[in-house]
T-cell receptor
Framework: TQLLEQSPQFLSIQEGENLTVYCNSSSVFSSLQWYRQEPGEGPVLLVTVVTGGEVKKLKRLTFQFGDARKDSSLHITAAQTGDTGLYLCAGASGGTSYGKLTFGQGTILTVHP | KAGVTQTPRYLIKTRGQQVTLSCSPISGHRSVSWYQQTPGQGLQFLFEYFSETQRNKGNFPGRFSGRQFSNSRSEMNVSTLELGDSALYLC??????????????FGSGTQLSVL
């Protein structure tokens, strides 16, 4: 069974601070995705990383895929109150794992003004 | 382009009843997946359909079933409801260009409460 361990589970910071969320596994994934979910809504895809060592930047968000494709991180620079939400990492196994993503437990981020 | 539409948004049922949830994928998407989200277990994969065929299934009891129609719309059914089935049920569609790069687009979900 593939598992993704996400940390920290909760993060409460002030506006303007930086933060990093980690996603670790003992399994190799063909791709790793990050989603953000707001209360009462479904997860929204932020980014997909496919290549080991890949780094992607989305404005103030930086995503990294580990060299061995077992771990990933999300770094937010100068957090804003609008960044508040549940952040989820999810791994795709490829092959015949159609539609199936293995999700981490999520990180609840609260950014205070 | 309209997103993934799930109906109804909220449902209240009692133990022993059955329930049917509906999902309309993004136009042109032929793959539909279903997930259960609970505070304790997070998001767990139920099953995936493509061209009316179930191609993948998670570790849920047989009380959970689904189907897909020729227009790619999908339904999932839960029979003999239990209290533990209370959850947010999410549907996601995918254009399925490459399994290794699976990108899922989620609906807003159906919040099911079993009393």
């Amino acid at each position: 069974t593939q598992l993704l361990e996400q940390s920290p589970q909760f993060l409460s910071i002030q506006e303007g601070e930086n933060l990093t969320v980690y996603c670790n596994s003992s399994s190799v994934f063909s791709s790793l995705q990050w989603y953000r979910q707001e209360p009462g809504e479904g997860p929204v895809l932020l980014v997909t990383v496919v290549t080991g060592g890949e780094v992607k930047k989305l404005k103030r968000l930086t995503f990294q895929f580990g060299d061995a494709r077992k771990d990933s991180s999300l770094h937010i620079t100068a957090a804003q109150t609008g960044d508040t939400g549940l952040y989820l990492c999810a791994g795709a196994s490829g092959g015949t794992s159609y539609g199936k993503l293995t999700f981490g437990q999520g990180t609840i981020l609260t950014v205070h003004p | 382009k309209a997103g993934v539409t799930q109906t109804p948004r909220y449902l209240i049922k009692t133990r022993g009843q059955q329930v049917t949830l509906s999902c309309s994928p993004i136009s042109g998407h032929r793959s539909v997946s279903w997930y259960q989200q609970t505070p304790g277990q997070g998001l767990q994969f139920l099953f995936e359909y493509f061209s009316e065929t179930q191609r993948n299934k998670g570790n849920f009891p047989g009380r959970f079933s689904g189907r897909q129609f020729s227009n790619s719309r999908s339904e999932m059914n839960v029979s003999t409801l239990e209290l533990g089935d209370s959850a947010l049920y999410l549907c996601a569609s995918s254009a399925y260009r490459a399994v290794s790069n699976e990108k899922l687009f989620f609906g807003s979900g159906t919040q099911l409460s079993v009393l």
